[in-house]
């Protein structure tokens, strides 16, 4: 067996990175439960993200993530797909839960491919009012070192379809396995 052998398989990346529609296809593919933290916040607050943030800082959003990530890590310790929110790494205890927890997976998508994917995104509330680009292009710089740093494995997804995608998932958890 090779040393990393965890039965989680966790995705991180920017948002429109793929992370849930990939998540979900692992999952049916390795039949193993699929989570999405996203909609696991949904459920514990009662309301949509986009909704909560109309009302709350990121700061008290980030802490319900972070008790979601604890949760689910855990939860699925025993074997499972989940798919993180794009903002996941920003807090230490994630990453290091992450890391310590999962085979973690960085779905690397450059600003200029989401773009086009969440110009019109109205569901995302740090991508509101105007300037994708640009805010999509400070998150790259912000996050982009910390998925690395937390991700056993970085998947460039420039030039990938989603089948393609999941097909480079299952390719390297067979080899790791
Ligand atoms: C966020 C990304 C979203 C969601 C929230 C904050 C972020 O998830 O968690 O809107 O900080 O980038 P997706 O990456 O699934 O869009």
Do not use: C, W
Not at 29 to 41: C, N, R, Y
Not at 156 to 162: F, Q, V, Y
């Amino acid at each position: 067996m090779k040393a990393n052998n965890k039965l989680l398989i966790a995705l991180v990346g920017l948002p429109g990175s793929g992370k849930s529609t990939a998540g979900r296809q692992l999952a049916r593919k390795l039949e193993l439960p699929f989570f999405d933290s996203d909609s696991e916040i949904e459920v514990e607050l009662g309301q949509t993200i986009q909704s909560f943030f109309a009302q709350n800082t990121e700061d008290v959003f980030r802490d319900v993530e972070e008790a979601v990530i604890e949760r689910l890590t855990l939860e699925l310790a025993t074997g499972g797909i989940l798919a993180t929110g794009g903002g996941v790494v920003l807090r230490k205890n994630n990453r290091e839960r992450l890391r310590s927890r999962a085979m973690v997976f960085y779905l690397r998508s450059t600003p200029r491919q989401l773009y086009k994917r969440l110009v019109h995104d109205t569901k995302r509330p740090l991508l509101q009012g105007g300037g994708v680009l640009e805010k999509l292009e400070t998150m790259y710089s912000v996050r982009d070192p910390l998925y690395r740093d937390t991700a056993d494995f970085t998947i460039d997804t420039a030039g990938m379809n989603l089948h393609m995608l999941v097909r480079r998932v299952l390719m390297q958890i067979e080899l790791m396995h």
